[in-house]
Each structure stands twice: as structure tokens, then as C-alpha cells.
């Protein structure tokens, strides 16, 4: 009898205090890991947020740029078109001056021909 009064004491000792305190300490460090955690959560959220940003500010930066080195082309293509035009029209004008200059080569000969 006095083992099993002994046993429902220690029961009971261990229903009303040592499983209270567990309870308590297990919520403690419940909450404190609960805590740590949304922080970790938190600071991972800053940090996608930056990369977002910093990718967000690259992509800017490459579009900025590969829009420029387009009109940078479409420049120089331009250029390059006027200065074909340019390279032609000389061309053309020597070609002309050419053609002069044989012309009145050939009526000196044919001058020259004639004696």
C-alpha cells in the first residue's frame, strides 16, 4: 500500500509541478526559437529584396546600355552610308575629269595625227 501511495504521490508531484514546468520551459524555448526564427525569415526577405534590386538596377543598366550601342550603329551606319555617297560622287566627278582629259587627249593626237 505504501509503494502505491508512494507512487500516486509521485505521480500526482509529476502531473501538478514537473510537467507544468516542462510545459513552460518547452513554450519559452518554443517562442524564443519561434522569435529567431521570423527574424531569419525577415533578414532572408531583405535579401531577396536587394537582389531583386541590384538585378533590377543591372537590367536597367544593360538595356540603358545596349540601347545606346544601337544608336551608336544606326550612327555609324549613317556615317558610313554618307561617306559611300561622298566616296562616289568623286568617283564619279574623276571619272568625268578622266573622260575630259582622254577626250581632249584624242583630239591633241588626232592633231598630231594629221602632219
Known amino acids: 500500500m505504501r509503494v502505491l501511495e508512494n507512487l500516486k504521490n509521485v505521480i ?3 502531473n501538478e509541478h ?4 516542462c510545459r513552460e520551459t518547452m513554450q519559452d524555448n518554443l517562442n524564443q526559437v ?17 537582389e531583386q534590386e541590384r538585378k533590377k538596377i ?15 550603329w544606326e550612327d555609324f551606319m549613317k556615317e558610313q552610308y554618307n561617306k559611300q ?4 560622287e568623286e568617283h564619279r ?6 573622260k575630259e ?15
Open 12 to 14: 500526482h508531484e509529476t
Open 93 to 98: 566627278k574623276a571619272m568625268e575629269r578622266l
Open 18 to 21: 514537473t510537467l507544468t514546468k
Open 34 to 50: 519561434l522569435q529567431r526564427l521570423q527574424e531569419a525569415t525577415d533578414s532572408v526577405c531583405r535579401l531577396q529584396q536587394r
Open 85 to 88: 555617297a561622298e566616296v562616289d
Open 58 to 72: 543591372y537590367n536597367d543598366h544593360l538595356i540603358a546600355n545596349e540601347k545606346q550601342h544601337l544608336t551608336q
Open 101 to 115: 582629259q582622254y577626250a581632249e587627249m584624242e583630239k591633241d593626237l588626232a592633231k598630231f595625227s594629221t602632219f
